[in-house]
């Protein structure tokens, strides 16, 4: 089903115009509005439909022919026709593509009377594609000194009237800056002479200008290669994905191995096997020397001199007297045969005082004897 789109064109110097005229008068103003309709037929393709047609009407307003009074080709609502291609002589009656009114102080609604004189000036012109465009101005101050300027432009479609949006084309617009397929509306002679001229040097048979064709060839042309290109930069990008997140991989297993062999190196550290200690000489070395700290270290110095900062002072629960009973008797015995001669040497020593020499050579001696 073909889908209706209508849009109206009014260049800037024409609506600067027509508010020009309207603030420069002191009742409301009528008048007709002048240029051309140009109807474009788009067929779209979609998944949902295999034809699809979109037609587009463009309402280009090129001038406007305002009326010397309010009602003057009216009379209340029926059209006066003398009076009427009095003011259209000095133009076509199919270049006439609607009228508009200008008031002040009112509502942007069409009113009844409107709407009749409208539909009369359909049949008057047999132009059914007529339109109509609406101002109405406002003081928004009190002083009146500020006004505000609103403009709409309907259309007749079936016993409805609906609104048409209305572009203001100035060199600002993307869509002016374009290449125009067919030429617009023109009534001049001079430039119809002209064209009509030089039409064979610059159009093709279909009305088209050949540059434009040219320039759309070449568009396509780019268009195609830059798709192959973006078909090759995409190849290349995803292979450059696969080899990054392959690199990540490896990343991820080297930085693996080596936490692993971190956890191998400390375990190996903690398990090294300690060095079996005698106990049985450390616990006699205990009972035979407790003063002596030099035989019951288990560390040295660099230099072989034994370090009592480290002595075994752990008992490690083991009875001597039933293990090592001789080595004890034999210790008693020795004692007793030093303490027997000191005493024979000297009898006017004390006990102490011979034993206070005996526990100095004990103490200083290095050697156990077994």
């Known amino acids: 089903m073909a889908e209706l789109n209508t849009t109206a064109h009014v260049s800037g110097y024409v609506l600067a115009s027509l508010m020009f005229h309207h603030f420069n008068r002191n009742s409301d103003v009528e008048g007709f509005l002048v240029g051309g309709i140009k109807t474009v037929a788009k067929n779209s393709i979609t998944d949902s439909q295999m034809d699809g047609v979109q037609v587009e009407y463009t309402i280009d307003i090129q001038k406007h022919i305002p009326c010397s009074t309010v009602h003057s080709f009216y009379n209340y609502v029926e059209i006066n026709k003398e009076v009427l291609k009095k003011l259209l002589s000095c133009h076509k009656e199919q270049n006439v593509i609607g009228w508009y009114r200008q008031r002040r102080n009112t509502e942007q609604v069409m009113t009844f009377r409107e709407r009749l004189i409208h539909q009369n000036l359909q049949k008057c012109l047999s132009n059914q594609e007529l339109v109509f465009l609406l101002m109405t101005s406002s003081a928004i101050t009190e002083s009146s000194s500020t006004h505000s300027l609103e403009y709409a432009m309907y259309k007749l479609q079936g ?108 375990e190996k550290k903690c398990k090294k096997p300690k060095t079996d200690e005698n106990v049985l000489l450390c616990q006699a070395l205990q009972k035979l020397f407790p003063e002596t700290k030099t035989l019951q270290t288990q560390t040295i110095s660099l230099e072989g001199a034994p370090l009592p900062a480290y002595t075994c002072s752990a008992d490690h629960g083991i009875d001597i007297s039933e293990v090592l009973p001789l080595l004890l008797a034999d210790k008693e015995e020795n004692c007793e045969s030093d303490t027997e001669r000191q005493l024979e040497q000297s009898g006017s020593e004390t006990e102490e005082d011979l034993l206070d020499p005996l526990k100095i050579q004990m103490a200083s001696s290095h050697s156990p004897t077994f």
């Open 159 to 266: 016993s409805c009237f609906h609104k048409v949006p209305v572009l203001v084309t100035n060199l600002g617009i993307v869509d002016q800056q374009d290449y125009h397929a067919s030429s617009i509306a023109c009534s001049s002679v001079g430039y119809t002479r002209v064209v009509k001229k030089l039409r064979s040097k610059y159009f093709n048979t279909d009305g088209s200008l050949k540059e434009v064709c040219r320039i759309n060839e070449m568009s396509s042309a780019l268009q195609e290669e830059l798709k192959e290109t973006c078909g090759k930069v995409e190849e290349s990008e995803r292979s450059l994905e696969k080899l990054l997140d392959e690199v990540n991989k490896l990343r991820k297993t080297v930085k693996e191995k080596k936490k692993l062999c971190m956890q191998t190196l400390e």
